[in-house]
Nanobody, 122 residues
């Protein structure tokens, strides 16, 4: 069992930056692939960025070049640094962990955090 808690969301002007953190407790994080997903109003939950069990990273096209995912297995934490935010990035962002090698779809996640709101105003 893994518990995930996100922090760091908020309101930022377009072009600004936010840093999301995810703290994992329970079984050690390095047993899991971890990632970030988001759900915008009226849309399905979508993949943003992932870190495999071996810490290789992957990104949605919308995140490439602007977002950076990193994890510290010793501290059981994961961070999503988001730069150059636009109103299209406005969503609830979720931390997720899955028992597979990678995590890139909601179906591949076994555990979810409660979500943190990110709002980028124009």
């Amino acid at each position: 069992q893994v518990q995930l808690v996100e922090s760091g969301g908020g309101l930022v002007q377009a072009g600004g930056s936010l840093r999301l953190s995810c703290a994992a407790s329970g079984r050690t994080a390095n047993r899991y692939a971890m990632g970030w997903f988001r759900r915008a109003p009226g849309k399905e939950r979508e993949f943003v960025a992932g870190s495999s069990r071996f810490s290789t990273t992957s990104y949605a096209d919308s995140a490439k070049g602007r977002f950076t995912i990193s994890r510290d297995n010793a501290k059981n934490t994961m961070v999503l640094q988001m730069n150059s935010l636009t109103p299209d990035d406005t969503a609830v962002y979720y931390c997720a962990a899955g028992g597979g090698l990678t995590i890139a779809t909601p179906a591949s996640a076994d555990y979810w955090g409660q979500g943190t709101q990110v709002t980028a105003s124009s």
